[in-house]
């Protein structure tokens, strides 16, 4: 990381979940972070909080709603007056609404790929045209995928949550390819969690809080494996995807998991220690 003090990365959905966690380790290791969301207000405290912490970085507050392509825009914008411009981009924000395909609203829907697919390419549009303008060839370009951009679960209300996040999975690919063909180092990644404690759910299910909280309980005894493939040089695309190597049914993540040695973590109910052991 230490090439990476005092450069620009942008992280959105920065508010809760895994954009806050990222904002934080990455102030914590001396970067200059705009974190951007619809409302501010937690991430002005988690900047507050990282400035009392003592991090070498800066978090940098900016309200944005990503469904609005001029605010993006302006964004960029103000991002390229005020810090010349992004070297990091993490395509954090998504969101799911409880609309299945046969009976589903369409607003629901359009909401989904504006924030899930559109939102996620004109940041990376812009991000490489910001690196581009200043000559950077060794900028990153993350999008936080999910496990259902590989799969569909058996839930009407997931589907078209999958849809996006499969298109998550095309899009990371076609922008390795133009990447490569344009001959720079800027790099590409996707990442695939599998459940993830944060508001999500809650968010998901906001009508149904116990089916929320269910989500979540029901996953406390299972392992979740973490496979890393290594990004290449002429912008190779890694892919991280967090599922057990058994039942993936991405046979190629699985047999990269299992060539990889992957390390699973088990989280004891009981509050106990997390124990990491080879798959």
Partial sequence: MERWKGRVALVTGASVGIGAAVARALVQQGMRVVGCARNVDKIEKLAAECQSAGYSGTLIPYKCDLSNEEEILS???????LHKGVDVCINNAGLAHNEPLLSGKTEGWRNMIDVNVLALSICTREAYKSMKERNVDDGHIININSMGGHRVVPSADEH?????????TALTEGIRQELREANTHIRATCISPGIVETEFAFRHHNSDPEKAAAVYESMKYLFFPLSVFESRRHSQCSHICAQCPSSCSDRRCADEASRAGVIAVKQEASGGEDRQQPW
């Fill in 75 to 81: 964004m960029f914008s103000a991002i390229k007056t």
């Fill in 160 to 168: 078209f949550y999958c849809a996006t996040k499969y298109a998550v």
